[in-house]
């Protein structure tokens, strides 16, 4: 058991490696893993070597067990929602798109925005009625607002600028929902946001994220909203999904969702 530990623990260092490199965020839960992973196999092969050494005390070892069948199930029930929303089919026919925002580098979309935008711009071709907020403010080191950036995609991609709305202020996905609602309110001066909050909105983000966004929208009052998943890297597939979880847990703690 202990080899397969330090196995295991291995694996998420050499991970956690490749992601630093790569100056991916949040990728320390990886190295807390492999900690966490080498202090269990290596008291696990003390004790096989020392029978009468030092132990766990039976309460200790009680309380770290339930808490540990606790983060599994908590963790296995949030990323089967995660997963069913990234299996999620677009509604037809929807009357807006929300493509949220994802950070630019200096003018040019992240690979992340990038798969969003690919699929903004297909259901956008698709669906001639639909127009789109195009969410996201200027973030450091990013030349322009996502916003922008997004603009420039979709009218090169031959999206003609009369269905694109911009909304350049927010810096979370929360600020997304908020401010775009504001936006297509203002777009049509003869109705309230209120009235805007029940049309037919599509969430365009990479798939992991979908999940968390529409209950984010549904807590701010969305009530047809719909998930539009886009790809996302297929490398990090995983640490975007281990990440997602607790992004989720965050947003329940603070009352988000």
């Given at each position: 058991?202990?080899?397969?530990?330090?196995?295991?623990?291995?694996?998420?260092?050499?991970?956690?490696?490749?992601?630093?490199?790569?100056?991916?965020?949040?990728?320390?839960?990886?190295?807390?893993?492999?900690?966490?992973?080498?202090?269990?196999?290596?008291?696990?092969?003390?004790?096989?070597?020392?029978?009468?050494?030092?132990?766990?005390?039976?309460?200790?070892?009680?309380?770290?067990?339930?808490?540990?069948?606790?983060?599994?199930?908590?963790f296995?029930?949030?990323?089967?929602?995660?997963?069913?929303?990234?299996?999620?089919?677009?509604?037809?026919?929807?009357?807006?798109?929300?493509?949220?925002?994802?950070?630019?580098?200096?003018?040019?979309?992240?690979?992340?925005?990038?798969l969003?935008?690919?699929?903004?711009?297909?259901?956008?071709?698709?669906?001639?009625?639909?127009?789109?907020?195009?969410?996201?403010?200027?973030g450091?080191?990013?030349?322009?607002?996502?916003?922008?950036?997004m603009?420039?995609?979709?009218?090169?991609?031959?999206?003609?600028?009369?269905?694109?709305?911009?909304?350049?202020?927010?810096?979370?996905?929360?600020?997304?929902?908020?401010?775009?609602?504001?936006?297509?309110?203002?777009?049509?001066?003869?109705?309230?946001?209120?009235?805007?909050?029940?049309?037919k909105?599509?969430?365009?983000?990479?798939n992991?994220?979908?999940?968390?966004?529409?209950?984010?929208?549904?807590?701010?009052?969305?009530?047809?909203?719909?998930?539009?998943?886009?790809?996302?890297?297929?490398?990090?597939?995983?640490?975007?999904?281990?990440?997602?979880?607790?992004?989720?847990?965050?947003?329940?703690?603070?009352?988000?969702?």
């Amino acid at each position: 058991m202990s080899g397969i530990l330090f196995a295991a623990g291995s694996i998420c260092l050499l991970y956690f490696l490749i992601l630093v490199l790569k100056h991916v965020d949040f990728c320390v839960i990886w190295l807390f893993g492999a900690a966490v992973l080498y202090i269990w196999g290596g008291y696990l092969r003390y004790r096989s070597l020392h029978p009468d050494g030092f132990s766990v005390p039976v309460w200790m070892s009680v309380i770290l067990g339930v808490v540990l069948a606790v983060g599994i199930l908590s963790f296995s029930v949030t990323e089967g929602k995660i997963i069913h929303g990234m299996t999620s089919e677009p509604e037809e026919e929807l009357d807006y798109l929300i493509v949220l925002g994802a950070q630019v580098k200096k003018t040019v979309p992240s690979k992340a925005l990038g798969l969003r935008l690919q699929k903004a711009c297909e259901y956008l071709k698709e669906h001639s009625q639909t127009k789109a907020v195009l969410s996201g403010g200027q973030g450091s080191g990013e030349e322009i607002a996502e916003a922008e950036c997004m603009y420039r995609y979709l009218t090169e991609h031959g999206i003609p600028e009369e269905r694109l709305l911009k909304e350049e202020c927010s810096t979370t996905t929360r600020e997304n929902l908020m401010y775009s609602a504001r936006v297509l309110a203002d777009s049509r001066q003869e109705v309230t946001t209120e009235t805007v909050l029940g049309s037919k909105i599509g969430l365009v983000s990479n798939n992991f994220h979908i999940y968390r966004a529409l209950l984010l929208a549904e807590k701010f009052g969305y009530r047809k909203v719909y998930g539009v998943p886009a790809a996302s890297d297929w490398k990090l597939q995983i640490h975007y999904m281990v990440r997602e979880y607790f992004a989720v847990l965050k947003a329940k703690i603070r009352g988000d969702i």
